[in-house]
């Protein structure tokens, strides 16, 4: 084959990559450009995500928090996302702008990262530590402020009968950049002494933050078909929304519970790595991007199993696994032992992931997207922020043990629940 020949053959074979493959091409002009922006902000936003997730409370450690701080910093996050997310939806669903709001977020968001990066330089101890804290809360809230409005226009960028095509694209393209970007920032940090090597990598984050939000800047409203209704939303109709869908009722309150046990032991497993397993942030990286590798190899496999079984039954199988994650760190000293859990953690994680999202979205009524969803997002972050919470009295009173045996008997609970009441 000649360069020309492959230089066409890889430009015709990229472009269908970003609208989802061949059926993309099928659609107008307009439409294929919006996807093709949207699946290139989900790229660069992968990459900056996955190094502030797996690094941004190992930076704060460095900055002397406490485990009892990175607990409480969770709980903080979730509270201000919950309270955050209702103001977001009234407005997402009062204006037709919601390509901006997200947009808007979205710079806001990536400012934060920028700022962090600055706090060992303007600021001493203990108030470094706080305000590093603060910083990463509002990046939280700030995402999530925008998220009913992103929900639409993710809703309405993508025709629906292909969008499990471009779905698949567009997260296959994440995962890969994802483990890229979380084994590169580990290398750079563990390659500097002190905090300079998260500084960098955070300088990284925030660099491919803006490449996200400026390819999400190139999305055309005229091209995005929201579907949802512009109407009025106040504190009343979210007493309705509960009891006239019984089946979003019966979902969000075992999410709930699911969530709560999650997060009684999530926020401490990279202190557990630093402070006791004395792993390096490289060691870290490699163990998380375990968990993304096994995910991207048995994703086609789980979905051809997910169409045979049904969602509900692969979603309620998978959790009764997950909780057996929890306890397995009980037993976990050396880096092999916790790659080994996170192998496992990204089958089991990868089956819940792929068929809850779509779970949710069946159980929302048309038009309705942005005030259910965040309604949703409203009651899983205070389950969250209070599953922290309870994790923060747990670890300080008993110890790291406490946190994963209570974690692992609450998923119990919550899927015994799902069982029963999710039809």
């Known amino acids: ?42 790229l660069f936003a992968s990459a900056s995500d996955n190094i502030v997730v797996n690094y941004i409370s190992i930076y704060i450690i460095a900055l002397g928090a406490s485990e009892t701080q990175i607990g409480l910093m969770s709980s903080f996050s979730s509270i201000a996302c919950a309270l955050i997310l209702l103001p977001g939806a009234i407005l997402a669903e009062r204006t037709q702008r919601k390509l901006k709001i997200s947009f808007i977020c979205g710079i806001f968001a990536r400012l934060m990262i920028l700022l962090l990066i600055f706090v ?35 809703n309405g960028t993508v025709p629906i009968e292909g969008r499990g095509r471009f779905f698949g694209s567009r997260n296959f393209i994440m995962s890969v950049t994802g483990i890229l970007t ?24 925030f660099m491919f933050g803006m490449a996200s939000t400026f390819s999400f800047g190139h999305i055309h409203e005229r ?12 504190l009343k109709d979210i007493v309705q929304m509960f009891k006239g869908q019984p089946q979003f ?22 202190v557990q790595m630093v402070n006791v397993l004395k792993f390096s942030a490289a060691s870290i990286g490699f163990v998380a991007v375990i968990t993304s590798v096994t995910t991207l190899v048995t994703q086609n496999q789980i979905g051809a199993y997910a169409d045979r ?4 039954r692969l979603q309620y199988l998978s959790m009764w696994f ?13 880096v092999w032992h916790v790659a080994l859990i996170n192998a496992f953690s990204g089958i089991v994680w990868g089956a819940f992931n792929l068929v809850s999202f779509n779970l949710l979205l069946a159980t929302i009524p048309q038009g309705q997207v942005p005030r259910y969803s965040a309604v949703y997002q409203i009651v899983i972050m205070l389950s969250m922020a209070l599953g922290a919470a309870a994790g923060s009295v747990l670890i300080a009173h008993w110890g790291f043990i406490s ?21």
Do not use: C
């Open 309 to 312: 079984v049904g969602m509900r």
């Open 120 to 154: 060992p330089t303007l600021f001493k101890n203990p108030a470094l530590v706080w305000i590093a804290i603060a910083l990463s809360v509002g990046r939280d809230a700030f995402n999530n402020f925008g998220y009913p409005a992103w929900m639409d226009v993710a």
């Open 223 to 234: 091209g995005v078909s929201l579907r949802s209704e512009t109407r009025s939303f106040n």
């Open 249 to 270: 009722t019966a979902l969000t309150l075992t999410a709930a519970l699911w969530n709560f046990g999650i997060y009684i032991s999530g926020p401490f497993f990279n």
């Open 1 to 42: 084959m000649s360069v020309p020949t492959l230089i066409s053959t890889t430009k015709k074979w990229l472009a269908d990559l970003t609208v989802g493959g061949p059926w993309g091409r099928t659609l107008s002009k307009q439409h294929q450009y919006n996807m093709h922006w949207f699946w290139f902000d989900g």
């Open 322 to 334: 997950i909780p057996l994650l929890p306890l397995s760190w009980i037993f976990a000293t050396q």
């Open 403 to 423: 946190v994963l045996i209570g974690s692992a008997v609450v998923r119990y609970a919550a899927t015994i629940l799902f069982g029963k009441w999710v039809k």
């Open 182 to 205: 979380t084994l590169l920032a580990g290398k750079l940090i563990t390659g500097f002494a002190g905090t300079l090597g998260y500084q960098i990598a955070l300088a990284v984050s």
